[in-house]
Every structure is written in C-alpha cells, then in structure tokens.
C-alpha cells in the first residue's frame, strides 16, 4: 500500500455529479469504501457477497458503475474512506457504531458455535454446555465470544487466534479454524457466522453450524447490519433505505447463497 493511497481526496474534486445540498454524494457512480481481501464480505476480484450487493444497489439507485476505495479493515477504515470523502458508502456496518450513520438493517446474524456434525458435541447450542469443559476450542482474540467463554472457564484449553490477519498474504482466521477443526487440532470453534457459513461449505467435513442466541447473560451475540454512511448524507440514507425495503427478498437471497445465518427477530434461521 503507497502513502497515496491514505491521502484524502480533495473536496473540490467531488463537484461533479454532487447529490442533494451539501450532500458529497457521487450521483453517477457508486463509490464503495472496502476491504480488498475479505472474504465472503468483499474482494478486489469482486467476489465477495458486498460486491454483489453493490451492484444490486447501483442499479436501483441509477448509478451507471460501481468504483471503490480500497482499504483493509483495520483502525483508521473510515477515517481513510468514507470520513476523506473518498467513497460513499460501507456496505456492511453493524448498527450503532458511532463512526458512521447507520441505514435501516438489511440483515441479523450472530457469532455461531462451529463443530463436527459427526461428533460428540451434537446438540450443543451455548458456551456453558458442560460438553465443551474439556475441549479446545478455537476463538478470535478480544471479539465478544471470548468473555463468555472466560465465564465457562473454557480458555484454559482454549485457541486464540490473532484479531488482525493481513488476508492478502495469508488465509482469514475463520479459513485457518476450519482448517484446524478437520485436521483434528481443535474440537469447536466460535466465529462471526456471516465467515462461519461461507468457510464451513468448503470444508472437507460436515460442520454443524450453531448460532449462539441462547447465551445465558455475557457479551452481545447478535448484531443487526446495515451500510454506512456520512452522518451529513439524510437523503442518501433515505435513498439506501427505500433500496433496502424494496428488495430486502433479493438481498436475503443473496446473503443465503453465501452461507450467511440470516436470524429473524424470534432468533430463529431463516431459509428464504
């Protein structure tokens, strides 16, 4: 990555096809802030299910093409993308962080509980199972699992797997758990379940996916997203909003198709 590539773009350069009053917002072109290499989320190659996404909204929004501004996602994401003005939208945001406005929710998922289905840990659903006492389960340094896993006592014998992996250069930690669940090297794993969904269909074995919406107490297991955008841009969120409403189907045919676990509000999966 050049020192370039970190440099906000000018705002004189953002005259042309500017969207309602004091709105930076390129009315021709959706400009998307991404990650380059985060599967199943995004990809330079466009692979990723947020690229699809785009696409989608591109064209129910009028926008002739779709361009991005690529960043990893790391401390600085926003500040460096949507904040310079160098892109108008995050198409995945979880709801409530303060870094940007958040659109209406296109969908709910939760951190999932990830095992052999032919294993002696079927029909376990929560963190306190006394099953998971003695086994070694993999989990992503400082995400919201690893509090209620301390609380079961299961990070004694516990994986911790590192928060920031450079995905360019190396597989993503849910792609590395997996690999170490069929190989034998740990017996469960606890991982975002949007990651979970899509690694777990490339698996050599079976996994039983298990959303952990049943936790008794602890850190926050569900979250609602949304795409984000600049607290300053009420017409284009509006904009975004009526663009979800009106194909929330399609989207969820989309997120479905990626191995996603779209939860209703009763936390129940949903097939369609």
């Not at 659109?103 to 951190?111: E, F, G, K, Q």
């Not at 997120?255 to 369609?272: A, F, H, I, K, R």
């Amino acid at each position: 990555m050049t020192l370039a590539a970190l440099m906000p773009l000018q705002v004189h350069s953002q005259t042309a096809g500017l969207g309602a009053a004091g709105e930076l917002v390129d009315t021709d072109t959706l400009r998307v802030c991404a990650d380059p290499s985060n599967m199943p989320f995004s990809d330079e190659s466009g692979e990723g299910f947020e690229n699809k996404l785009a696409e989608m909204v591109a064209a129910g929004t009028g926008r002739s093409s779709v361009a991005y501004t690529w960043f990893p996602s790391i401390p600085g994401f926003v500040r460096n993308t949507l904040g310079a003005i160098r892109c108008d939208v995050i198409m995945g945001y979880a709801q409530g962080d303060e870094l940007v406005q958040n659109t209406n929710a296109y969908y709910r998922s939760s951190y999932v509980l990830l095992y052999r289905k032919d294993g002696d840990l079927a029909g376990v659903e929560t963190l306190a199972d006394p099953r998971l006492v003695d086994k070694r389960i993999g989990v992503v340094h400082g995400t919201p699992p690893s509090a209620n896993m301390a609380a079961a006592k299961l990070m004694r014998k516990a994986k911790i797997y590192p928060l920031v992996v450079d995905t360019r250069i190396a597989p993503s930690m849910a792609e590395m758990m997996i690999r170490d669940m069929t190989a034998g090297a740990i017996d469960a794993a606890v991982i975002w379940g949007p990651m979970a969904g899509y690694y777990a269909r490339k698996s050599a074995v079976e996994l039983a996916i298990v959303p952990l919406t049943k936790e008794n107490g602890g850190s926050r297991m569900t979250y609602r997203i949304t795409m984000g955008v600049r607290p300053s841009d009420q017409e284009w969120k509006r904009t975004l909003n009526t663009f979800i409403r009106d194909n929330q189907a399609e989207i969820n045919k989309l997120l479905l198709s990626y191995g996603v676990p779209l939860l209703n509000e009763q936390d129940e999966m949903m097939t369609e």
